[in-house]
């Protein structure tokens, strides 16, 4: 789709502006996981470090017309450009042919700097990574610049950062998201987007024509967005349908509720290129994660998804259940801060039958009843897992001297246990027991010894056999090997 041959919401753009002039000779005015960035040869680069005055700022953007060596220049934090500084650095880009990556975060950067950056922006095609993040003066106006600057030029950027910075309803609002939108159109290298805390409120026209002519992006941030109120809900069913390119999308934070999350999950069963989905700290709670774990269920290629802070309670138990026993790509799953509580028995059993999950975040999901007791069993009978977070899940037998289970990291334990031949010689309760006091790192030998005292694991060899071969627990092997019991 091409916004130039396509009827739009916006009148066309009078024209080439104008390069912004600036009198050289004028006085100086006063006045920033689930992806890195991509690997270069090796950079030179002109200064790494927080903050420059506006002198050096005009002796760098004199360089940069006849350096042929710096491909990387880090300007964070030079709060202190002025508009003698910025022309200069803008006529820099216009003829630098070698600089591939850019950062201006927390810069100060206003609409009129911003306007004679973009001057030089518009004819760059070398320009491969450009950092705008956090520049809170920036008007939508001038969001509109840069963007108009990078869809006319731009042609080898791969990543834009403009994170932290406003493109809420305003003047100029509805021209920033046109040009935006003729970029990702125009573009045939840009893979990383980030618009996290822009306060974008819809991704409806003009933005949409770009997001479903797009061919290149594969990384979106739109965390802190407000889609609370999104008139176009449909779009995202036909967007995330239809797109084949996009692996990693941060929607946390983003207000999605019962209404938008069914389009949303629409989509997702659809969708054939996402691998890392994050719907955190949204709003559409228990029926909407039925949702989504009916999508997820049903998807083919999602490998991580976070689901914590939804306020998803014990109904969800059974769709996260079936979920987890039909899918076979999700390796991650984060089900945090939800007061899910029974409905963590009904995931446990599922996870004794699934082959792909590696990490699962149940923190601080209110366990009832010994849930807790369900997760250790589960261990016993789960080949895949490696990471097990459990952080706040509080138990409800005092007598058990057990506190609080904050974090099982399963890598070294696990292979032993799946093949200790002791698992048949004992209770299988004691057994988990004895297994979750090896792997516990908080609670110390005091609480295992409490154990055997008071004679809740009975079968001392399960004990001693987990505690001191298995985790090699050096308190545990020496009171074992003194202990009268075994001599």
């Not at 689930?34 to 002198?55: A, C, M, S, W």
């Not at 201006?104 to 030089?120: H, I, Q, S, T, Y």
């Not at 999950?357 to 897992?385: I, R």
């Amino acid at each position: 789709m091409d916004l130039e041959s396509n009827p739009s919401p916006l009148p066309p753009s009078d024209g080439e502006e104008k390069e912004d002039s600036y009198n050289s000779d004028s006085s100086t005015s006063e006045d920033s996981s689930f992806q890195p960035l991509p690997v270069f040869k090796p950079l030179e680069t002109i200064r790494d470090n927080y903050g420059f005055d506006e002198k050096e700022i005009i002796r760098i953007g004199k360089n940069l017309k006849t350096d042929k060596t710096v491909e990387k220049l880090v300007l964070n934090g030079s709060r202190n450009i002025g508009p003698l500084a910025a022309y200069h650095l803008g006529r820099g880009l216009k003829t630098n042919t070698t600089l591939l990556v850019l950062f201006l975060r927390d810069c100060n950067l206003d609409e009129k700097l911003l306007r004679l950056l973009a001057n030089g922006l518009r004819s760059n095609n070398h320009l491969q990574v450009l950092d705008m993040k956090e520049n809170v003066d920036i008007t939508p106006l001038g969001a509109q610049a840069l963007f108009r600057a990078l869809a006319m030029g731009g042609g080898n950027l791969l990543t834009l950062n403009y994170s932290g910075n406003s493109l809420f309803e305003d003047r100029g609002y509805k021209k920033a998201l046109f040009w935006l939108s003729l970029l990702l159109c125009r573009t045939k290298t840009l893979i990383k987007l980030n618009l996290a805390d822009t306060m974008l409120q819809s991704l409806g026209p003009p933005l949409s024509f770009g997001l479903l002519a797009n061919t290149t992006l594969e990384n979106l941030n739109l965390k802190w967005s407000s889609f609370e109120d999104e008139p176009n809900r449909f779009f995202w069913q036909e967007w995330l349908s239809l797109n084949g390119t996009l692996q990693f999308l941060n929607l946390a934070q983003c207000g999605i509720d019962e209404e938008l999350v069914v389009y949303l999950a629409r989509g997702l069963e659809l969708n054939t290129s996402l691998t890392y989905l994050d719907l955190s700290s949204n709003e559409f709670m228990a029926k909407g994660a039925m949702l989504i774990a009916e999508a997820v269920r049903r998807n083919k290629q999602l490998k991580v998804v976070n689901l914590a802070n939804n306020q998803l309670d014990d109904s969800v138990g059974a769709a996260i259940a079936k979920m987890l026993e039909d899918n076979t790509t999700l390796t991650s799953l984060s089900l945090s801060n939800n007061p899910l509580g029974a409905a963590l028995k009904a995931i446990a059993g599922a996870m004794k039958t699934n082959e792909t999950l590696k990490t699962l975040v149940v923190q601080s999901c209110e366990f009832k009843h010994n849930g807790w007791l369900k997760f250790m069993e589960m261990l016993l009978w789960n080949k895949s897992l490696l990471g097990l977070h459990m952080g706040g899940a509080y138990t409800r037998t005092e007598s058990e001297g057990i506190e609080r289970i904050d974090l099982i990291n399963l890598t070294s334990i696990l292979p032993f246990i799946r093949n200790c031949e002791a698992i048949n010689k004992a209770d299988q309760k004691e057994f988990i027991l004895a297994m979750f006091m090896s792997t516990h790192k908080r609670l110390g030998a005091n609480s295992w010894l409490q154990l055997l005292d008071e004679s809740l694991i009975s079968n001392i060899w399960t004990c001693a056999i987990v505690l001191c071969k298995a985790w090699n627990y050096c308190p545990a092997y020496h009171y074992f090997l003194h202990n009268s019991i075994l001599k």
